[in-house]
């Protein structure tokens, strides 16, 4: 579901006590556009033609209520389907839509309701701006078991132009449900099938059972209609849903009933207690407000009961009710990605169980075909998301997911890898050879000492997120070497890479569809995360998540060396002191304190909440990086929240330096930019410009030291956690202020990973050249230039006529146009000229190199 703020949740409310009629009817599954009472708007108007009804929605380029609800409202009743699927579809047409102020507005085709605690919930269908000729709008949510009525909308908000909607194709109700084809099971098939379900049940049986004492805890614990004692069955917690645990705690008992070797195996207390577990679920259905659990969660866990304890279900109305949860997941037009992967997987699951040939056969498909890269074509939408040409893997829009759901697709794929080899379902040649790119050019760059870098974790950045994610992550590369038919090599490098602790992999690598930049050295790892007009910043907007995180995605720089200096940081964070970035000191909200305001995460005070978007894509178009694959620069040019910087990364073989100019704010609140803040380990030593801190040194002017506990609570975090969670870490921050109101400030500094005190006092090996707004410019230890041009202009030996990224060495240049839209770029060494062309499609933004 997607949850979304709307400042017209006062009319809505209102009209939800006071609308039309309400639609009634609990036997009918579905509404159409002629059994609503629909309340017009200002700039909506019905029309008839052919026969048909229309809606038309036109709002005037400079209305004064384009901000508004320029909708049509009908109140439906929503009780048929309280605990179950609600879905809505309609087709439509968009001629001139312009693009809203908040990303989640423009074209309206929405349902509002309220929960009895007071929530209020905004599930909808995605659309673009622009002009756009007929299409289906769909959206398809799980409804609270005690909800009563709702608002359901067509129409514009924030947006100009022109909407119109077909009635007669108006949809609302339970989603179609689809007929399963029958197809015959051979005897090949059934072999195949055989194996497959064998392999899924040894999988299950290599995750070690809980103790005995634990089983027989659950056992005390079971009521006699089955449910557990300790577990909230009101729950409705949409990031950790308490009901859950009820199928947990059965599986928990089924893999020790399962077990050969646990002194349980196949007793028959717990053989009954799963039973019961089982029976309840299947006859009450538990529903979650979060279609994650009901669609993703749920359907697995109960297939993996089934297939670990085939013997205590045989056919009857227990199995029956069970396999009717596990196909609580359908295909439906959200799933996208991942999302996508997971539902096949629940497919899969329930009609191998059932040996229903076609179901299964057609999930297997789709998890198949999401091996595949990402397409080309709405690429800052929220529902784009695959494996992308830099090797990374996004979700929610062009934003890095190789925590999340890159992650869980990774884990996904090497595990089918190893169920389907030797079946008609293993991989293709193809397919193994989009699966080394993800792998070689993707996931094993962001990997460092088996933990993953927070700055690729994506929203999750809970308890031990980077050890976890990194751990998954690791599985999935074993589980692709051991099915691979090619070389193993690769995978064994970076297994033992990781678990050694001695890194092989060194360089530089530009994910350049994703605004990130890696560097790799023998003893260390950086790595600084940008978005842009092309790259979507972090989540900080779903389930609470990353509530605190608006900016992480802003310019954040991390540097490791035993990959601990970050370790469970998360909660203590200054969310507005981040390393590597240039940030006002806004106020960034607790979730309580967001949810009492109305308003999302991110810093939005009252005052203030009229100029801060929430960000479904960066703001600003030159963002990049230009790589020789040994080193890199990067450039982060900044318009956030009233702060405008223009940002510079240098990354050499012995050292970081980073620039900024142009730092102006019209904020209310102070500027600065904060050269690291980690966690505190050992002493600290210090001279004029300089410090040292856990093998890591600091030059610059103007910085400031900061250390001391500081107190945090993991429910920041985590959305799921309602209750204090506290957390104290003890700290090194630097920090370079810039103080209210600046007005083009600047910062130069430098980051000596490895450095002695001795050698960070005396540092000579690199050099600061030039920070201005036209040209930003470093030397590195080798005299290679990394020269930012922000315009056509000369640096001593070098000169560009057009702005861009550069590598200047002696006879070769490297090359890149952070805007990702030039054609070709023509530069000049020591008078020599060369016209470069340039990549373009999912290239574009990619390095090139000239000889001279």
Known sequence: MNMRTHCGAALLAALLCTGPALLHGATSQERKADQLQWRLTRYCKMVQRDGKQFLQIRV???????????????????????????HASVRLRGRDISKPFQPFNGVKVLLYYKTPNGGEN???????????????????????????????????????????????????????????????????????????????????????????????????????????????????????????????????????????NHELYHDRAVGEAVRKAVAWWGKEQPRSSNWWWNDMSIPQTMGNILLLAPELFPPGEVRDN???????????????????????????????????????????????????????????????????????YHQHGPQIQFGNYGGEFFANVGYWANIWKGTRWQYTPEQWQILRHLSFNGFQWVLWKGRMDLLACGRQLGENAAGSKGRRALTAFRQLRDADPGDSAPYDAVLKRNQTGKNTLVGNRHFWNSDYMVHRRPEWYAAV?????????????????????????????????????????????????LPGTTLPKTPVYTPEESRKRGLRSGGKPPRWTHSVKFRQIGETEFVG???????????????????????????????????????????????????????????????????????????????????????GDWRYLVGGIQKPAPVEKDLFTLTIDHGMKPVNGSYAFAILPGATPEETANW?????????????????????????????????????????????????????????????????????????????????????????
């Open 764 to 852: 000579n090996r690199g050099k600061f050249l030039v920070n201005n707004d036209t040209c930003q410019a470093v030397e590195f230890n080798d005299g290679t230039i990394g020269a930012i041009f922000h315009a056509p202009g000369k640096l001593g030996r070098f000169e560009t006529k057009s702005p861009g990224l550069f590598l200047i060495g002696r006879k070769r240049v490297f090359a890149a146009d952070p805007s990702a839209r030039l054609a070709e770029i023509t530069i000049l060494l020591d008078g020599v000229s060369r016209r470069l062309r340039l990549p373009g499609g999912e290239q574009a933004g990619s390095s090139v190199a000239a000889d001279f």
């Open 122 to 260: 905004w599930p909808g269908a995605d659309l673009p701006v622009g002009t756009f000729d007929w299409r289906t709008a769909t959206f398809s949510t799980e409804l609270p078991r005690n909800v009563n009525k709702g608002v359901f909308r067509l129409g514009l908000q924030e947006s100009s132009g022109e909407v119109e909607f077909d009635l007669s194709t108006l949809r609302l109700g339970a989603p179609p449900e689809e007929k399963e084809e029958y197809l015959p099971l051979t005897p090949e098939l059934e072999k195949e099938l055989t194996l497959i379900e064998s392999r899924m049940r040894n999988a299950l049986l290599a995750v070690a059972p809980v103790p005995a004492s634990e089983a027989r805890e659950l056992l005390a614990a079971q009521r006699p209609e089955g449910t557990f004692a300790g577990i909230d069955y009101r729950d409705d917690n949409r990031s950790i849903w308490q009901v859950a645990r009820h199928l947990r705690n059965a599986l928990n008992l089924a893999r020790v009933w399962a077990s050969p």
């Open 60 to 86: 005037p380029k400079q209305a004064k209520e384009i901000r508004a609800q320029n909708c049509a409202f009908a109140t439906i009743d929503l009780k048929p389907f309280a605990g179950k699927s609600f």
């Open 625 to 711: 990086g230009v790589t020789d694959g040994t080193r890199g620069a990067a450039v982060f040019t900044m318009n956030l929240d009233g702060v405008k910087a223009k940002k510079a990364y240098f990354f050499d073989t012995d050292a970081i330096y980073e620039l900024g100019c142009g730092i102006t704010s019209t904020s209310p609140y102070p500027v600065a930019t904060t050269v690291n803040s980690c966690l505190r380990r050992g002493a600290i030593k210090q001279g004029k410009n300089w410090v040292h801190h856990d093998g890591i040194g600091y030059r610059g002017e103007g910085m400031k030291l900061e250390t001391g506990k500081r107190p």
């Open 322 to 392: 069970a396999l009717a949860v596990c196909r609580q997941a359908k295909f439906l037009p959200r799933y996208t990605g991942n999302n996508r992967v997971f539902i096949a997987q629940n497919i899969f699951r329930r009609a191998l169980l059932e040996r229903n040939v076609a179901p299964l056969s057609r999930a297997a498909g789709v998890i198949a075909e999401e091996i595949r890269m990402a397409p080309v074509e709405n690429k800052t939408g929220w529902a784009f998301g695959g494996i992308r040409a830099d090797g990374c």
């Open 529 to 577: 995360r940008m978005n842009s007009v092309r790259v979507r910043p972090i989540e900080d907007d779903t389930n609470w998540d990353n509530a605190l995180g608006r900016y992480l995605s802003d310019g954040a720089c991390l540097v490791m060396r035993s990959g601990e200096e970050y370790a469970d940081i998360t909660p203590c964070w200054d969310w507005t002191r």
